[in-house]
């Protein structure tokens, strides 16, 4: 409780006094001590974010919630109201802008994940299809799917004889992820594959994967990405961007799976939620960056 009432007083009392007492002392704007405070990445990123957030100024709250195309202007307006001179502040200027473009990058990404997320897997849905039959040629090569419908997508951790039962919960972005980890990490899907058929440390690859994708998913909407996307992409971050953090995810649980050494798959939720620990745990640390770092 007595957080909660220190955090609302400083915010809504002392922090103005406390900014206007550092400027008069350095003569420069919170904005410009975070921009060279900081180098690129999350740090300079998140605090440029909470300073313009938690700002008096219209112009300043409204950065954040701008159009990348409109994102200049806004910089430009932002240094003309605060008093900054490009002459005697050269970087502040693009410091700001990319700052800016990840901060607004985020929500954008976050709108993209969701329409994925909330479009229905459809089997007359061309598309749909041969997503999914490009899924199996990936993973089983040497393999000749018998039919659209059948058992054999048991073997790529599917739970029935039709996957579409499958991604009513994450939508096509199910799909999507474990797609993109076998077009793009293919070595790497097939050594998990091999290793989710495991007659004794097994677990249904597909199922998985698609609980994977709503782990990234959830931690995408919490906010908890900020740091790992701030640190990893220099500019606004894209789809792509999303499902190599999949990809990162779904390589990472099959080490920590066989790892742990469970004793059944009945007790995957249990080692799902240890595994969501640590990952929010990485996240924690500023200098953050979950990239897949497989065996060459």
Not at 14 to 35: D, S, V
Request: net charge neutral.
């Amino acid at each position: 409780m007595l957080v909660y009432i220190w955090q609302y007083v400083y915010t809504t009392f002392l922090r103005y006094w406390f900014k206007w007492l550092i400027r008069q002392a350095t003569g420069t704007c919170e904005l410009q001590r975070i921009c060279s405070g900081y180098g690129p990445g999350a740090s300079r990123t998140i605090n440029t974010e909470y300073s313009l957030k938690s700002s008096k100024s219209k112009l300043l709250r409204g950065a954040v919630e701008s159009s990348e195309e409109h994102l200049g202007q806004h910089v430009q307006q932002i240094m003309k109201e605060k008093n900054i001179k490009e002459q005697t502040n050269p970087r502040f200027k693009e410091s700001l802008h990319t700052s800016l473009l990840q901060i607004t990058g985020y929500e954008s990404l976050y709108a993209s994940v969701e329409d994925v997320r909330k479009e229905a897997f459809c089997p007359e849905n061309t598309q749909h299809e041969a997503m999914l039959l490009e899924l199996w040629e990936l993973l089983m090569p040497s393999v000749t799917l018998e039919s659209r419908v059948t058992k054999q997508w048991g073997d790529i951790g599917f739970q029935g004889d039709d996957p579409k039962t499958d991604f009513r919960g994450m939508g096509v972005l199910g799909l999507t992820n474990l797609l993109f980890f076998s077009e793009h990490y293919t070595q790497e899907a097939r050594l998990v594959l091999s290793h989710a058929n495991h007659p004794k440390l097994g677990y249904s690859y597909a199922i998985v994967g698609i609980n994977l994708t709503e782990m990234a998913y959830s931690l995408l909407k919490s906010g908890a990405l900020k740091a790992h996307f701030y640190n990893t992409v220099p500019g606004a971050p894209k789809l792509q961007h999303f499902h190599q953090l999949y990809c990162y995810l779904a390589f990472e649980f099959d080490k920590f799976w066989l790892a742990e050494e469970p004793e059944s798959i009945m007790l995957f939720n249990q080692y799902r939620d240890k595994f969501h620990h640590v990952v929010r745990t990485l996240l924690e640390n500023p200098r953050v960056s979950l990239t897949l770092s497989a065996p060459s």
